[in-house]
């Protein structure tokens, strides 16, 4: 108890110490970056959690891309088929149908996501309308009144429509009634790319948008009590084909949520990146802490401090700058993640859960824990040091083992991964990246440490001595230009990202390539729409006519069973396949092997190259579709390379004619509209109602407008990452601030002007951050070349603007650190210096 | 073994006469071996001092003063040979078992004085009394703050102060918690001659008035003169001088 006091007594009085002041620094942003997205994490899953039923909007929901006609005969009363009425059940049902269609007023168009529902429609949660966007919404059913539909608030812009104006879909024309402010299964309407409207489920004959073939997505919902929804789900599953889900409360939430979890696993790993770097920071506050109490420690030793009473003193200061660090450093997470919240989700205050205070134990245990990696073996120390040491100040203290320090910090650090990771094979991930990276740039800093040896040759004055400071701490260098690289890389990388990948993309499209896609273009409509485009003389690809179709069988066995677990979910397999059929092989595929069908009339099939590499497919295997309720085989015959980012239709699988032709089968087509033809579209949108068209470079823009934001996300991220950076230049400069304090006043003693240290103390740091910034161009150059190649199939290209801006931000930030942290040597008249130093 | 004046202790014991012994060496010895043959420091070191006695170790620079001072106040542990400190064999005792004994009851003056340059005179004073738990630790620290003369600088740090007020805090340091063995290790070193006279008057002064054994090193003959007792050592072997 005594030195609990004893020690936040010392501590108090050393508040304002370079030492602690760093490892408080260090520590806050540590925290404040996994709190951030700790936090959010946490806010987002609850979200998820909270709602439950209300997320699906039922409690069972069945999915199928056709209508379900026979329900399983122990609950046909209850079931809302066509030929019964919804009846008097004791399971409450609701049906909707949910499809992709244009939405025109007057000579504007965009596509919209209609879902068509009935009066119980949710059967959970809730619907709220508003009477405008923005304005106060009322819970009520999602049906809207005959004639009228419901638009999220993102419409009206799109449209230049207002609530009250009257709007076009397919042959139909509908009042806006109201927008929709919150329904089931939506935590914010950002990540979809076509905005909600909410119509009638009776009105949708009336637009004469569905065509045979036309993809419509059948939702079947059901509310109840838990054991009659159990009997219900247990005997409706076995009805249900590959095509058709169904999905329980839980089960829907549990999904969604994995996925999710996923993705903030990694988002967590990026912020668990700055607690590793202010690590670095905290474990050299703390040696040179210990270095500066060697002394004190041997002290009370000799006035009789036991090591137990030591370890406590210690203890506690640890503790309480822990603590304090932590708690201030989950009070900046608090305000960060508000700030990426609001970036994610604009109308996040009112969408999402308040706070939770589980984010806060975590952050405080990373915290501390991080803390103790980092400058336990430093105290452990300091704990041991012989209290002979008051009589012989050359007595080091007992050395720690290397082992036994290198034992406690990397047990305690791989704890905290090993806890962010979550699972083994990503800790081994991350270790061994993190592991490569220092090494990369270890060597990287030597070899540029060591080309800076001849700049220095050729410098002269001030600037000659600052290099040789760089130079001669070559530990110290190595250490801030690894960290200040790796920040600087890291927030590049993902600049690059977002504009590259966009840019990159449509940088190399050929000039007249596909702006639009056409969509959705029933049969009967096919052959008018050929002489539209050509009567218009618009440059188009082919009309494909198009099936969905899930791969089900190889070779006469399940294909799921050919292939290694964790292959067996991949998309390829879940999701519906676009098949198509056609003669002629596509424009931009080749073929790698086997031999296009052509024209031969038989079960035959060309498959793309990656789909087949995946699957584990070659020439002569025997495949099965499950195609509606009907299964098809064909053999491949050939397999091809494709041209993803080519804007014309692409296929997977590409049937011989004349297989899937008793199909209902919508086209899909690609088509050139030049800058100045584009006032036709609205004359398309009428001639041919049910057909979507998707303008790809408002496509494109939406893509990236998401994309943007979720990097902006992530960038705020990493100005923690930057912050840690700069963290350990400062405590690197620390550690060696005594030393240069002494040549300092040598210097000055020997005649220096204040403006000669000043100078060589900046061409110093500036070097250093003009260094880290060159290593961190070059860095991410070649990663980025890595992954446009490698991820994206985009040529690599260089960035000259990235070669000067990092170099200056480098050079700006170390500049800054390093200036802030030594400049008062500079200032410090010689006298007081030398009694400083004593 | 059995301290040699162990029918002494405790104090209640012994004739009224004799003080307690309060320090004693028996055979002494401190060896260091380096890296191709071993150097003897210290070599069986007679010594026994009683309380209330001063004693002084001289000796050549290098011949182990430091050495036997650190070994007698158990800072240290000796190649051969026992100590007994206030009644404990040393050897018995580990590390911190040692340190509990010294808590409160030996205080120490450097050459390099050691104070903690980031605190004030006042808490380098409060330092040992907050160690040894006293209640009273504010006011006695600032009594004896008084007593050396420095009541004027209790804020300030010690590089606001000359070598002899850090030596005078330093002092007031050793004795706040009213020790009984003061180890004194060339107190007067760092200071001109002017200044460490004073500063041993202020010690002898102050040992006067509190009963503390005082046990220094010094190089000072003057200094070693006016000392009880004094003990020379002459490459680690120690011998007792007679004193004028
Ligand atoms: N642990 C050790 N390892 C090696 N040599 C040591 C060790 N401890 C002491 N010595 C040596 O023993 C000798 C005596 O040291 P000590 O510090 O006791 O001398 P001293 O009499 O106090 O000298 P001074 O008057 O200069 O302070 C010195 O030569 C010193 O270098
Ligand atoms: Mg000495």
């Known amino acids: 108890m005594r030195f609990m006091r004893l020690g936040l007594w010392l501590l108090r009085r050393e508040r304002s110490s370079g030492e602690w002041r760093v490892l408080l620094l260090a520590l806050i942003i540590g925290v404040g970056s996994v709190s951030t997205t700790g936090f959010l994490g946490d806010r987002l899953k609850r979200a998820m959690g909270e709602q439950g039923a209300s997320f699906l909007g039922a409690d069972l929901l069945v999915t199928s891309s056709r209508a379900i006609e026979s329900w399983p005969a122990s609950s046909t009363q209850n079931i809302p088929a066509k030929s019964s009425p919804l009846s008097t059940s004791s399971l409450a049902t609701s049906q909707a149908l949910e499809f992709s269609s244009m939405v025109a007023k007057g000579d504007a168009f965009q596509l919209a996501t209609l879902r068509a529902v009935d009066a119980a429609y949710p059967l959970r949660g809730t619907v709220r309308i508003a009477p405008q966007p923005f304005t106060e919404s009322t819970s009520r059913p999602a049906l809207p009144p005959p004639g009228a539909i419901y638009v999220a608030p993102d419409l009206l812009p799109l449209l230049s429509a207002n609530v009250g104006d009257s709007v076009q879909i397919g042959e139909a024309s509908f009042t806006i009634a109201g927008v929709v402010a919150e329904e089931p299964g939506q935590l914010g309407g950002v990540f979809g790319l076509a905005p909600r409207v909410f119509m009638r489920a009776d009105e949708v004959e009336r637009t004469h948008v569905l065509q045979p073939g036309s993809r419509v997505t059948y939702l079947y919902q059901f509310a109840g009590e838990p054991n009659q929804l159990t009997a219900f789900s247990a005997t409706l599953k076995p009805t249900l084909d590959s095509t058709q889900r169904l999905i329980g409360s839980r089960e829907g939430v549990e999904t969604l949520r994995g996925a999710f979890a996923n993705a903030d696993r990694y988002i967590q790993l990026t912020a668990l990146i700055s607690l590793l770097l202010s690590v670095a920071a905290i474990a050299i506050a703390a040696h040179r802490h210990a270095l500066r109490h060697y002394d004190q420690a041997a002290l009370m030793r000799c006035m009789g401090a036991t090591t137990a009473q030591l370890r406590t003193l210690y203890a506690v200061q640890l503790l309480t700058l822990g603590v304090l660090g932590s708690l201030i450093g989950v009070a900046i997470g608090a305000l960060m993640q508000q700030a990426l919240a609001l970036l994610i989700l604009p109308d996040a205050a009112t969408r999402l859960p308040s706070l939770g205070l589980a984010p806060v134990g975590i952050a405080v245990v990373s915290g501390l824990l991080a803390l103790a990696g980092a400058s336990l073996p430093a105290l452990m120390r300091l704990i041991r040091v012989p209290p002979l040491r008051v009589l012989r100040r050359d007595l080091p203290p007992l050395p720690l083992g290397a082992w036994i320090s290198a034992a406690v910090s990397g047990s305690t650090l791989l704890l905290l991964i090993a806890w962010y990771a979550g699972d083994a094979k990503l800790v081994g991930v991350f270790v061994g990246a993190l592991a490569g990276l220092v090494l990369v740039l270890t060597l990287l800093a030597r070899l540029a440490l060591f080309a800076g040896r001849g700049v220095q040759r050729l410098s002269h004055g001030p600037v000659r001595f600052g290099l040789a400071q760089l130079l001669r701490h070559r530990f110290d260098s190595?250490?801030?230009?690894?960290?200040?690289?790796?920040?600087?890389?890291?927030?590049?990388?993902?600049?690059?990202?977002?504009?590259?990948?966009?840019?990159?993309?449509?940088?190399?499209?050929?000039?007249?390539?596909?702006?639009?896609?056409?969509?959705?273009?029933?049969?009967?409509?096919?052959?008018?729409?050929?002489?539209?485009?050509?009567?218009?003389?618009?440059?188009?690809?082919?009309?494909?006519?198009?099936?969905?179709?899930?791969?089900?069988?190889?070779?006469?066995?399940?294909?799921?069973?050919?292939?290694?677990?964790?292959?067996?979910?991949?998309?390829?397999?879940?999701?519906?396949?676009?098949?198509?059929?056609?003669?002629?092989?596509?424009?931009?595929?080749?073929?790698?092997?086997?031999?296009?069908?052509?024209?031969?009339?038989?079960?035959?099939?060309?498959?793309?190259?990656?789909?087949?590499?995946?699957?584990?497919?070659?020439?002569?295997?025997?495949?099965?579709?499950?195609?509606?309720?009907?299964?098809?085989?064909?053999?491949?015959?050939?397999?091809?390379?494709?041209?993803?980012?080519?804007?014309?239709?692409?296929?997977?699988?590409?049937?011989?004619?004349?297989?899937?032709?008793?199909?209902?089968?919508?086209?899909?087509?690609?088509?050139?509209?030049?800058?100045?033809?584009?006032?036709?579209?609205?004359?398309?949108?009428?001639?041919?109602?049910?057909?979507?068209?998707?303008?790809?470079?408002?496509?494109?823009?939406?893509?990236?407008?998401?994309?943007?934001?979720?990097?902006?996300?992530?960038?705020?991220?990493?100005?923690?990452?930057?912050?840690?950076?700069?963290?350990?230049?400062?405590?690197?400069?620390?550690?060696?601030?005594?030393?240069?304090?002494?040549?300092?006043?040598?210097?000055?003693?020997?005649?220096?002007?204040?403006?000669?240290?000043?100078?060589?103390?900046?061409?110093?740091?500036?070097?250093?951050?003009?260094?880290?910034?060159?290593?961190?161009?070059?860095?991410?150059?070649?990663?980025?070349?890595?992954?446009?190649?490698?991820?994206?199939?985009?040529?690599?290209?260089?960035?000259?603007?990235?070669?000067?801006?990092?170099?200056?931000?480098?050079?700006?930030?170390?500049?800054?650190?390093?200036?802030?942290?030594?400049?008062?040597?500079?200032?410090?008249?010689?006298?007081?210096?030398?009694?400083?130093?004593? | 073994m059995t301290p040699p004046d162990s029918a002494q202790f405790p104090a209640e014991s012994s004739s009224a006469s004799q003080p307690p012994s309060v320090v004693t060496a028996r055979a002494l010895s401190q060896r260091v071996s380096t890296a191709d043959s071993t150097l003897t420091i210290l070599s069986e070191v007679e010594l026994d001092v009683k309380a209330g006695e001063i004693l002084a170790i001289t000796g050549a620079s290098g011949s182990g003063k430091s050495t036997l001072l650190g070994l007698l106040a158990g800072l240290d542990?000796?190649?051969?040979?026992?100590?007994?400190?206030?009644?404990?064999?040393?050897?018995?005792?580990?590390?911190?078992?040692?340190?509990?004994?010294?808590?409160g009851r030996i205080g120490f003056v450097f050459q390099s004085f050691q104070l903690l340059p980031a605190r004030s005179a006042l808490e380098n004073i409060l330092l040992p009394l907050e160690l040894a738990g006293r209640t009273d630790a504010r006011e006695r620290a600032a009594h004896w703050l008084e007593r050396v003369g420095l009541t004027a600088r209790a804020a300030h740090t010690p590089r606001q102060l000359s070598g002899g007020e850090q030596q005078r805090i330093a002092i007031a340091r050793a004795f706040a918690t009213d020790p009984q063995i003061l180890f004194a290790d060339e107190p007067t070193g760092n200071l001109d001659a002017d200044t460490g006279a004073r500063i041993i008057e202020l010690l002898f002064e102050l040992n006067a008035s509190a009963h503390t054994t005082l046990i220094l090193v010094t190089h000072d003959d003057a200094l070693a003169s006016r000392c009880q007792r004094r003990l020379h050592l002459i490459a680690g072997h120690a011998s007792e001088v007679a004193v004028a």
């Open chain 1, 478 to 838: 190595t250490l801030q230009l690894g960290a200040f690289t790796l920040a600087l890389f890291l927030v590049a990388l993902l600049a690059l990202v977002r504009s590259d990948l966009i840019a990159g993309w449509q940088q190399q499209l050929p000039p007249e390539a596909p702006n639009y896609f056409l969509v959705n273009i029933a049969p009967y409509q096919q052959a008018a729409v050929a002489d539209y485009l050509s009567q218009h003389q618009l440059k188009a690809s082919e009309l494909y006519p198009m099936v969905r179709g899930r791969l089900t069988i190889k070779n006469g066995v399940p294909i799921a069973s050919t292939l290694p677990p964790e292959l067996r979910d991949s998309n390829t397999l879940r999701r519906e396949l676009n098949l198509t059929w056609t003669a002629t092989l596509p424009a931009n595929n080749a073929i790698l092997a086997g031999q296009w069908h052509g024209t031969h009339n038989a079960a035959e099939i060309s498959v793309e190259s990656g789909m087949a590499e995946r699957l584990n497919l070659a020439v002569g295997d025997q495949l099965g579709f499950q195609i509606g309720d009907q299964t098809l085989d064909a053999r491949i015959t050939s397999i091809r390379s494709v041209k993803w980012d080519s804007m014309q239709p692409n296929f997977f699988v590409i049937f011989a004619p004349g297989q899937l032709d008793a199909l209902p089968a919508a086209a899909i087509a690609s088509v050139y509209v030049p800058p100045g033809a584009s006032g036709m579209l609205p004359g398309f949108v009428k001639a041919f109602p049910g057909v979507t068209v998707l303008a790809l470079d408002k496509l494109i823009a939406n893509i990236e407008a998401v994309f943007a934001q979720i990097i902006g996300a992530i960038q705020l991220l990493l100005g923690f990452l930057l912050a840690a950076g700069m963290a350990v230049v400062i405590a690197t400069l620390l550690a060696s601030l005594d030393a240069r304090q002494q040549e300092a006043v040598l210097l000055r003693t020997l005649g220096a002007q204040r403006a000669y240290l000043a100078k060589s103390l900046w061409s110093e740091f500036l070097a250093l951050g003009l260094l880290a910034g060159l290593l961190a161009s070059a860095c991410a150059e070649i990663a980025m070349a890595l992954i446009s190649d490698r991820l994206f199939e985009l040529p690599a290209r260089l960035h000259p603007w990235l070669w000067l801006a990092l170099p200056l931000a480098g050079a700006l930030l170390v500049g800054m650190s390093g200036w802030l942290t030594t400049r008062h040597i500079t200032r410090v008249p010689p006298m007081q210096s030398i009694r400083a130093l004593g």
């Open chain 2, 77 to 103: 542990q000796p190649s051969s040979g026992d100590i007994f400190l206030l009644g404990q064999n040393l050897s018995e005792l580990d590390e911190d078992a040692r340190a509990r004994l010294r808590a």
